[in-house]
């Protein structure tokens, strides 16, 4: 599906520069991620449900809103 979606963005000709572009947001949210984390939790004191069900909700409502219809592409 991942592939698909690149091709909506890129078209087919880009679509794997498109998935790399994904990738690297995905592995650079993944070693930033923790360290952030780390940071408020020795700001804040300890870890709290509601900011992360905060964080997941707000990611629900921006791929809601960003990401435009998912249809099937005739090659």
């Known amino acids: 599906m991942r592939i698909a979606v690149a091709q909506i ?3 087919p ?3 794997g520069s498109w998935v790399g572009v994904q990738n690297a947001f995905g592995n650079v ?3 930033v991620g923790p360290i952030i984390t ?3 939790v020795d700001y804040l004191g ?4 509601a900011f992360a069900a905060a ?3 707000l990611g629900a409502l921006l791929w809601w809103a960003l ?3 998912i249809r099937i592409l005739d090659i």
Do not use: Q
């Open 9 to 11: 963005f890129a078209g």
């Open 46 to 49: 300890g870890y709290a449900y």
């Open 38 to 40: 780390g940071l408020i």
């Open 13 to 15: 000709r880009a679509a």
């Open 29 to 31: 949210s993944g070693t």
């Open 55 to 57: 964080l997941a909700a």
């Open 67 to 69: 990401i435009p219809e």
